[in-house]
């Protein structure tokens, strides 16, 4: 198939886990691909693995020149920029109630999940004002859609982030640009399959107890690789400013 036929996406955080998945979705559909990565073996591993239509950039999502001189770069390869997965960031195992948590973990977490996507975006949305069209996909998580998680610094980067996708879409689709976010639950990437090493459990609960309650909600990054194939398409040209689930219902009920 080709659903992303001509189309240049820029996927941040594609060495490993739903972005790297990603990117191999996104060449096999037609996209040639930026891999914009800060560990250099990985997204060196993940550009060759997703085809010869990727290539790989080092990025560190958090520094401004680093994302200027990405964008610098995808231009000079490809020509334009179509998709935006701003996929970089990840939650701290120190993360914990507000009274608790010591401000090391504010820095690091805002840092990752809240400047990466905005620098990415503030880099990224006027090449495509510049066309006239784009898809800019954020990531949220589940933890956004439920008042249940003690991380609270990460809860709160993830919140901000639907509202500022909110906030995006409003401003830039009237230039042919869609922002859209997705939310996804328990997603085993090599990240999350670290949480269970040694007799450590994701907070909310062990994997068995959750798939046991929400028989959708204990997925596999291409499952949410294929969300944002959705997004980035044209197919969703109808879909903008939302922010869409994909945690099996475990938001829901």
């Not at 291409?222 to 969300?227: K, L, T």
Request: hydrophobic share 45%; aromatic share 6%; glycine share 12%.
């Amino acid at each position: 198939m080709n659903r992303l036929a001509g189309k240049v996406a820029v996927i941040t955080g594609a060495g490993s886990g739903i972005g790297r998945a990603a990117a191999r979705m996104f060449v096999a559909e037609g996209a040639k691909v930026v891999v914009a990565e800060i560990d250099a073996t990985l997204g060196e591993a993940s550009a060759r693995e997703a085809g010869a239509d990727a290539r790989f950039v080092k990025t560190d999502v958090t520094d401004e020149d680093s994302v200027k001189q990405m964008v610098h770069q995808a231009k000079e390869a490809f020509g334009h920029i179509d998709v935006l997965l701003n996929c970089a960031g990840g939650s701290l195992r120190e993360d914990s109630p507000v009274t608790e948590v010591d401000p090391s973990v504010w820095d690091k977490t805002i840092n990752l999940d809240m400047k990466g996507p905005f620098l990415c975006c503030r880099h990224v949305i006027p090449v495509m004002v510049e066309q006239g069209k784009g898809s800019v996909v954020n990531f949220s998580s589940v933890v956004a859609l439920r008042g249940n998680h003690i991380a609270h610094v990460y809860v709160m980067a993830k919140g901000g982030l639907i509202s500022f996708t909110q906030a995006l879409a409003g401003a830039y689709s009237p230039k042919g640009v869609r922002i859209n976010a997705i939310c996804p639950g328990v997603v085993l990437t090599e990240r999350v399959r670290s949480r269970f090493t040694g007799g450590n459990q994701i907070r909310f609960g062990g994997i068995d107890n959750i798939a046991g309650q929400y028989p959708f909600a204990v997925g596999q990054p291409e499952d949410i690789a294929n969300v944002a194939l959705f997004l980035a398409s044209d197919e969703s040209r109808m879909v903008n400013g939302a922010a869409i689930p994909a945690e099996g219902g475990f938001s829901a009920y």
